[in-house]
């Protein structure tokens, strides 16, 4: 089961926590721009380093390649 919100990112590399929190992501997908908004990411509260879990990146991926297979039917 994916763990999306679940808010543990562990440590940063600088010995900073990462701190959990929902943001917008803004993508430009063939020209046009795609925002995701409650994306969760983790932010080093010392150097502010930003990381996405894997489960929050495949799921953007399989919502583009959704979106694709839709338009070419």
């Given at each position: 089961?994916?763990?999306?919100?679940?808010p543990?990112?562990g440590?940063?590399?600088?010995?900073?926590?990462y701190e959990?929190r929902?943001?917008?992501?803004?993508?430009?997908?063939?020209?046009?721009?795609?925002?995701l908004?409650?994306?969760p990411?983790?932010t080093?509260?010392?150097?502010?380093s930003?990381?996405y879990?894997?489960?929050?990146m495949?799921?953007?991926?399989?919502?583009?390649?959704?979106?694709r297979?839709?338009?070419?039917?």
């Amino acid at each position: 089961m994916a763990d999306y919100g679940k808010p543990d990112y562990g440590r940063c590399p600088c010995t900073g926590f990462y701190e959990g929190r929902q943001v917008e992501v803004r993508l430009n997908v063939k020209g046009k721009i795609v925002v995701l908004k409650k994306v969760p990411q983790g932010t080093c509260t010392a150097c502010g380093s930003r990381v996405y879990k894997a489960e929050t990146m495949e799921r953007i991926e399989s919502l583009f390649k959704a979106a694709r297979v839709r338009k070419s039917i």
